[in-house]
């Protein structure tokens, strides 16, 4: 915690969740604020000063966060014990305990853990529902999927989670599960406690606000609230602020606005890359972790597995499929792997299916398992305390890994204490000059990337291009190593149109 400065969106986070504490939910133009950062916000008492809040002021609403991941830690482990064995429960909570990207959005006041927590919670509670059907687990998916939707929009996407998964029974259990009337009471039972807890969110403010008294942004929205016509002053059931919530965010996302350039192997788009998510997965996932998933997925389509009942993959499946499938081909928001964390609870879980008896009977299974949990364990190792720009061995020189990815991948503001250590080293050092200088020169990834507009366009493009690093400091700044012909090779250059 203590060696991750504060990132660029902590301090709007806490600001919010305090803003709720004081019983204010509205927006003021911001998609990307949620009610689930009052819990951060309650641990925190110190008064917020400037744009950044300080270390100090971070410390205490941070530790909730981390509770949270110990909490997502946990409840891998118990869904993984219920469908595959308490060995594999044992492996998923070492891999969730493990995995950077997890391990480094634990440690900030932001959202994008808790919504992973919470679209997990939410599709245990299905397979936990498939399992047994219930009153009881009916009310635990509805205060799941409730809360779920008070951490990100995304989260929108588990309602065909739940549809689906409570429509369809588990293979070889159709005659032991509800029928399509008694499913349909669930479901709507489970639905409708969602939504009294994403109301009770909001503290209620705005809900039943109708349609004809919202200012839309979004074109979509515009639409049909006129096609509605008469019906468009029927009050709608949800709080304002979240009602407003997805009318920005549908509409940042259909225009780009309030988001810089996406960067991918160097190069850069205002529109998006189609192959995005799937690469920087494949760069910040452990390859141990994805040993274990093809591992896990091999035993998965095996037909006697898929038949036992207890090994109920539907959930799992479903929002694996709808989550990842939005980030892959509609997702235009590509400004790093945080926007996408819910998925990687469920790649675990798959991963966690590699310890079972079939694998763990065999001596090279059994070494194949722990090797890769050991490759993990040292891949991470390798990057603490500074996991946000962790990647794994396929980009094993730390100097030129902004060559390939940038942006809250990379550097999110979290290396001021690293840099602030390096700089005590090396007091002469010039940080990020607006002009050609020699000697010790330390510049953020993000302006070579041009993810963010440089000091100077034409100096950085030079470093960019015609130097390597010589160092970095926690992956976030590249240190360069300059002199008088430097200087006159840069001054002699005439860069390519």
């Known amino acids: 915690l203590h060696h991750t400065s504060p990132t660029y969106d902590e301090f709007g986070h806490l600001r919010y969740g305090r803003q709720v504490l004081s019983g204010d939910t509205s927006r003021h133009h911001d998609d990307s604020k949620m009610p689930v950062s009052a819990l951060n916000a309650l641990a925190g008492t110190a008064p917020l000063n400037g744009l950044r809040p300080s270390m100090e002021e971070l410390a205490a609403p941070r530790r909730v966060t981390v509770a949270a991941g110990a909490v997502l830690v946990v409840l891998l482990a118990i869904w993984s014990r219920g469908l595959f064995g308490p060995r594999c ?38 397979w936990w529902w498939r399992h047994g059907p219930s009153a009881g687990r009916i009310v635990l998916l509805g205060l799941a999927l409730g809360t779920a939707l008070l951490t990100k929009f995304s989260a929108v996407l588990l309602f065909p989670v739940v549809i689906l998964g409570m429509a369809f029974p588990p293979s070889g259990a159709r005659d032991r599960f509800p029928a399509p009337g008694r499913r349909f009471l669930h479901g709507a039972g489970a639905l409708l406690l969602a939504g ?7 503290l209620l403010q705005g809900t039943f606000t109708p349609l004809s008294e919202y200012e839309f942004s979004d074109p979509r929205l ?107 081909v509609l997702c235009n928001a590509q400004m790093g792997i ?8 469920f790649l675990i879980l ?6 079972e008896d079939r694998t763990w009977g065999r001596p090279a299974g059994r070494a194949a398992v722990l090797g890769a949990v050991l490759w993990v364990l040292a891949s991470v190792a390798s990057f603490q305390p500074h996991l946000i720009p962790y990647v794994n061995e396929l980009l094993p020189d730390r100097t030129a890994t902004w060559r390939a990815i940038a942006d809250s991948n990379l550097d999110w503001g979290q290396a001021e204490v690293a840099l602030s250590a390096f700089l005590e080293d090396h007091p002469r050092a010039r940080i990020n000059p607006d002009r050609p200088v020699t000697g010790t020169v330390v510049v953020a990834a993000n302006y070579l990337t041009g993810i963010l507009p440089p000091p100077d366009a034409r100096w950085y493009r030079w470093l960019a291009t015609e130097r390597d690093p010589a160092d970095h400091v926690a992956s976030a700044y590249l240190v360069y190593r300059l002199d008088g012909a430097d200087l006159q090779a840069y001054a002699a250059w005439d860069p390519a149109p």
């Open 89 to 126: 429960g044992l492996l998923a909570a070492a891999l969730a305990a493990l995995e950077p990207n997890l391990h480094a959005h634990a440690r900030l006041v932001t959202t994008d853990l808790w919504v992973a927590l919470g679209v997990t919670a939410t599709a245990a509670a299905v």
């Open 222 to 328: 515009i639409c049909l609230s006129d096609a509605l016509g008469p019906l468009s002053v029927v009050p709608v059931p949800l709080p304002r602020a979240y009602v407003e919530g997805l009318d920005l965010v549908a509409f940042n996302e259909a225009t780009g606005a309030a988001r810089g350039p996406a960067y991918l192997f160097g190069e850069r788009t205002s529109g998006r890359f189609p192959h995005y998510y799937p690469a920087v997965f494949g760069l910040k996932v452990p390859l141990g972790l994805w040993f274990l998933v093809a591992i896990g997925v091999l035993l998965a389509v095996r037909r006697p597995w898929l038949e036992d009942r207890s090994r109920d993959l539907v959930p799992a499946v479903l929002a694996l499929a709808l989550f990842g499938g939005y980030f892959v």
């Open 350 to 355: 798959v991963a966690s299916a590699a310890a």
């Open 338 to 345: 945080r926007l996408a964390l819910m998925l990687i609870p």
């Open 196 to 202: 009294i807890v994403l109301n009770l969110g909001y």
